[in-house]
């Protein structure tokens, strides 16, 4: 069975927030009222987050292979996403990866499409459980932009892995 992807079905809906406009290509801020729905959900399920962050994908573009995390490994995030109901996200595996340093200090990994094989890709339309720490990029051939506010959920101020992901939200994952 697929490590990647599963589609939520929730107790809350998030709303895409109204400053969620056109824009360019990347980062975009959230605030935490656009995802206090969701924090507390994670607080009803004994959880915390390590972090909220919002991403936007410009029509006709896509968001380059990356993990969200120094290495490739499993960690579970939540994302909400909106714009095109076919627009996707794509898993890769590739051995030659590059790391990148954001001015936080936050570390991820990035590859080039040449050197990955495409391994599971599916539109994300509803809240969906994804393998942020895997290696990963988004797809938008539409007209339309595609913004995703994403939630890493975590225990112990740990990543929660696949695995555990999996068996914490059982019951929502449809």
């Given at each position: 069975?697929?490590?990647?992807?599963?589609?939520?079905?929730?107790?809350?809906?998030?709303?895409?927030?109204?400053?969620f406009?056109?824009?360019?290509?990347?980062?975009?801020?959230?605030?935490?009222?656009?995802?206090?729905?969701?924090?507390?959900w994670?607080?009803?399920?004994?959880?915390?987050?390590?972090?909220?962050?919002?991403?936007?994908?410009?029509?006709?573009?896509?968001?380059?292979?990356?993990?969200?995390?120094?290495?490739?490994?499993?960690?579970?995030?939540?994302?909400?996403t909106?714009?095109?109901?076919?627009?996707?996200?794509?898993?890769?595996?590739?051995?030659?990866?590059?790391?990148?340093?954001?001015?936080?200090?936050?570390?991820?990994?990035?590859?080039?499409?040449?050197?990955?094989?495409?391994?599971?890709?599916?539109?994300?339309?509803?809240p969906?459980?994804?393998?942020?720490?895997?290696?990963?990029?988004?797809?938008?051939?539409?007209?339309?932009?595609?913004?995703?506010?994403?939630?890493?959920?975590?225990?112990?101020?740990?990543?929660?892995?696949?695995?555990?992901?999996?068996?914490?939200?059982?019951?929502?994952?449809?």
């Amino acid at each position: 069975m697929q490590k990647y992807h599963r589609y939520l079905n929730l107790p809350f809906e998030l709303s895409k927030p109204d400053h969620f406009v056109d824009g360019t290509w990347g980062s975009v801020p959230v605030k935490q009222e656009d995802v206090q729905p969701a924090l507390d959900w994670l607080e009803f399920m004994e959880l915390d987050y390590l972090l909220f962050e919002g991403f936007y994908t410009p029509p006709h573009d896509a968001l380059h292979i990356h993990t969200d995390t120094d290495s490739v490994i499993d960690a579970a995030k939540i994302n909400f996403t909106w714009g095109h109901p076919q627009s996707t996200m794509r898993w890769w595996k590739g051995d030659t990866l590059m790391k990148h340093v954001w001015e936080t200090g936050h570390s991820y990994m990035q590859a080039e499409e040449k050197d990955c094989e495409l391994v599971y890709e599916v539109p994300i339309h509803k809240p969906s459980l994804i393998n942020g720490g895997q290696l990963h990029s988004t797809h938008n051939p539409f007209d339309d932009g595609r913004w995703t506010i994403s939630i890493v959920p975590s225990l112990n101020e740990n990543y929660l892995t696949w695995a555990q992901a999996i068996e914490i939200f059982r019951s929502y994952i449809h």
